[in-house]
């Protein structure tokens, strides 16, 4: 394989920086702006996307993003914080086209003999981020990088068609981990459909012949109950209030920071001492199979809200309430009722703290919900819980093909693979 040249990203891109948009602009209706915000891993969440009007936008059509687009963060939190991390680097999908994008971060555009899908994977290599990093500025809580660092990184640079099989292999996995989270989506979507067929319209197997009878909450099925949260758990709790030090090799402690729709991602979270595990093993911040998992501090709040899928050596951190549901309710109905969009408004009465958002325990336990029969809900059960049981193993899927595409990603972009070889 013949020696690739070195070369410098400023001599290969053009960029553009975003717009301060003034925050009095901002409408539900018009054009949609990109803020760093609302960056996802590697894409951008076009779902609440403020926007400006279409007559005020015409002026900024020059930070106008297209589909494929790559944007670099360059003002957000040091690598702790790796939700928002500066140096973080996305694609604009086909739903965020249009958009113009806002300060605090940059567009690349190649020019010349440059793969755009390289460009994109060459920002996302380890090497790029360590190189970025160590050019930050800033105070603990934000770091800033500057245009002329992007510009300056320095990398090897191989010939047009080996950038765009390089671009080809890695795409293949993300256009695999992306068919899987469209799955995920459309099951999502029948879940949310089920349960409020039966548990909000009150159209379940049998309703014909089932009379409704008066309740704190309306009319409902007679037979059904009007309960607490704490009727239908045994445990009402949260995480540990201590946060015992960090170390380099020991056991998972999680936080809200580790959640997601689904689950924990154990491998963000920070490492301690096995003394320190043991401890908070023995007092209970370990949860169990079939535990009720919700955020409850920061600005994620009640956001996550899942079933523990199996027991996991991880401990929690006091941000993460923890549920126990007792036999008289299905763990995924309690999460299904709780994730109800008219039910998480009402838990938001539950919260306290300007500053730093908090679900108050004591007072969450006395939510009120409404508990089905149980064969109402053995029959939902066989129809819901197949459902969570493929979206997990959706999820095991996206972690095995991230975790592949991550460990190929640095060998192909410094020459261990010979693509040439592979094409051949």
Sequence with gaps: MAAWDRAKLGDLVETQKGYAFKSGWYC?????????????????????????????ATDYLKYELRTGDVVVQTVGSWPTNPASVVGKCVRIPGEAAGALLNQNAVKLTPAGKFDRTFLFYLLRNEDFKTYIISTAQGAASQAAITLEAIRGYEFSLPP?????????????????????????????SMARGLYREWFVHFRFPGHESVPRVPSPLGEIPK?????SIDDVCSRVTDGSHRSPPSVDDGMPMASSKDMHDWGLNLDTARLIGPEDFADLVRNDCKPKKNDVLITKDGANYLKYIFVTRAEQEVVLLSSVAMLRPNARINPHLLVATLKEPENKGKLKNYVTGAAIPRVILKDFKRFQLLLPGKEVQMAWAKVAEPMTEQIWRLIDTIQNLRRTRDLLLPRLLSGQIDVEAIAS
């Design 28 to 56: 539900n209706a018009g054009r949609p702006i990109v803020k760093v915000s609302d960056f996802t891993d590697d894409a951008v969440d076009s779902t609440k996307l403020m926007c400006i009007p279409e007559s005020t």
């Design 160 to 188: 047009l068609p080996i950038q765009r099989r390089i671009a080809g292999i890695l795409s293949a996995y993300d256009e695999l981990i992306e068919n899987s989270q469209r799955r995920i989506k459309i099951l999502e």
């Design 223 to 227: 037979g059904w109950e009007v309960v």
